[in-house]
């Protein structure tokens, strides 16, 4: 038997008011208490895009640790370490700048994005909307079946068929919060070490597997229980979001004009009528909303952009014979005046600096050495008498940024006479770590007296060029200063 599935969730729930949306949450009630949404599946052009752009995103999330670009895995976020890995690329304490910048313009990117095409973010990338729509609701729709079945069964007797149905879906989906606590474990302590952990087995890392089990709670008290609440009461985009969209904002919209005056549809109603809107008031656009809104009170911040609505107004007008479109992507502004300019001044404002803002981020990656070398006179040092001539002393730093060990020398590469003697330094610099150390420079008095070139207290200087080498390749060449008398 077909459930009447319609018209039990809008007894059930939606009985929201036109202005009601002004002052309270649809999903909860005035006395603070929950009230859960049975949102239908939507069906769709948009839905199978959504679809196809999850399945991307979801593989990209679990394979990516596991993918690796020569020796560093394809992303990491390794915090306890300060180590970064961004396509394969390491980035150290010694650059977290770089991690800054890019978190700077992942920032202004969302802003960039959110005043011209509204929340896209929300419905096609966020994590949140793609595990809760796309994995989470598919598999309670498929257990539970349809929205109005789940809507029956809640008020029905806990039987034999509701406790199966329960424990399935809750054990699936407590194991799915838990492969998802593993991979984000991955990004942040690399999917190797998480492999050993694996098989070292949990008495091994307790601490760490008891951590593991707090966050798979989380996840799966978010998806199983929490759900749009966390769209709604807890991300902070969603309220910034109000002030950076406009009346140009692309965004998910009903157009009234075309909608009002919404009338219930009857049978060979050709809607001909001035006063009646294309809007059959089917309330079908607000059954397939995962956050309980009626998409024709306007923008609201509950709104996540995902665009269920327009596949499921869509799929009415085409049964009564009407264009489609009545809730689409467009702004505010051309439904009133049929202009569509999103290209304001404001979007070309925030455009040049995320443009400006991309072409630094990428010229700083770009241009980062793989090794940083200084070298500077030892502080409270003067030159020293040598058989032959003179000689200075120097601290030496090595920083190097790459995933493999540096082996190198020093060479002087002016004046061609002067020679290094390391004074202990170790010839190697183990990836990511800093090598500091001392050396002394001597120079046979007559090339002194030729170099002369500055004078400072008494005591003049002579320019030094050092070469790194390593792989008999100059990698690195740094200037600095010889005293002598
Ligand atoms: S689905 Fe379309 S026709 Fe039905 S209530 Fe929503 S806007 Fe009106
Ligand atoms: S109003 Fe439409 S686009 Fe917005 S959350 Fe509801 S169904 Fe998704």
């Known amino acids: 038997m077909e459930l009447p599935e319609l018209e039990i969730i809008r007894e059930q729930e939606r009985t929201f008011g036109d202005e009601e949306f002004r002052a309270e949450l649809a999903s909860v009630r005035p006395d603070g208490t929950r009230k859960w949404i049975f949102a239908k599946q939507p069906r769709g052009k948009f839905y199978r895009w959504r679809t196809i752009v999850s399945a991307v995103l979801l593989s990209f999330l679990a394979l990516s640790p596991f993918v ?4 560093e895995q394809f992303l990491l976020f390794n915090l306890l370490d300060r180590k970064f890995v961004f396509f394969g690329y390491p980035i150290w304490p010694e650059d ?11 920032l202004v990117s969302i802003v960039v994005f959110t005043a011209t ?7 096609w990338l966020c994590p949140q909307t793609v595990f809760l729509e796309m994995v989470f609701r598919k598999i309670e729709w498929w257990i539970d079946g349809s929205a109005g079945e789940q809507a029956v069964r ?16 809750q054990s699936i989906f407590f194991s799915i919060s838990f492969a998802i606590a593993n991979i984000f474990l991955a990004y942040v302590v690399s999917s190797d070490t998480l492999v050993g952990y694996i098989k070292d087995g949990p008495g091994s ?7 593991l089990v707090a966050f798979t709670v989380v996840f799966y008290l978010v998806f199983a229980r929490f759900r749009e609440q966390a769209c709604l009461v807890v991300c902070p985009y969603g309220r910034f979001m109000s002030a950076l969209v406009d009346e140009h904002t692309v965004t998910i919209t009903y157009d009234q004009k075309r909608g009002e005056q919404r009338s219930k549809w009857k049978r060979n109603d050709a809607r001909s009528s001035q006063n009646t809107g294309h809007c059959i008031d089917c309330n079908a656009c607000v059954n397939v909303c995962p956050t309980g809104i009626d998409i ?7 709104c996540v952009a995902c665009t269920a609505c327009i596949d499921a107004c869509d799929e009415v007008m085409e049964k009564i014979n009407l264009p489609k479109g009545l809730i689409r992507y467009t702004s505010a ?17 925030y455009g040049t600096i995320w443009i400006t803002l991309v072409l630094i981020t990428t010229g700083l990656f770009y241009f980062r050495s793989d090794f940083d070398v200084t070298v500077l006179r030892s502080p409270g040092t003067t030159w020293t008498q040598t058989a032959d001539g003179v000689a200075n002393f120097y601290d030496l730093k090595i920083i190097n940024k790459t995933s493999k060990d540096l082996h190198y020398s020093l060479v002087v590469a002016k004046p061609h006479q002067a020679i290094v003697t390391p004074l202990g330094l170790p010839t190697i610099v183990r990836s990511g770590e800093v090598l500091k150390g001392r050396f002394l420079i001597s120079v046979p008095m007559h090339e002194t007296e030729e170099h002369h070139e500055h004078e400072e207290h008494g005591n003049y200087e002579i320019d030094i060029a050092i070469d790194v080498k390593a792989g008999g390749k ?10 002598t008398p």
């Not at 024709?296 to 509950?302: A, H, T, V």
């Open 68 to 71: 690796k670009i020569g020796d």
């Open 96 to 106: 977290f700048y770089l991690v800054v910048v890019l978190f700077l313009t992942a």
């Open 117 to 123: 095409l509204g929340r896209i973010w929300c419905g």
């Open 154 to 169: 809640v008020r029905g007797p806990w039987n034999g068929d509701r406790i199966r149905r329960f424990v399935l879906k």
């Open 205 to 211: 890392h307790f601490e760490l597997f008891l951590a």
């Open 296 to 302: 024709r009170n306007g923008i609201q911040l509950e």
């Open 333 to 349: 502004e051309a439904i009133q005046t049929g202009i569509k300019n999103w290209f304001t001044p404001r979007v070309k404002a």
């Open 474 to 483: 100059t990698i690195k060449q740094v200037s600095t200063e010889l005293l």
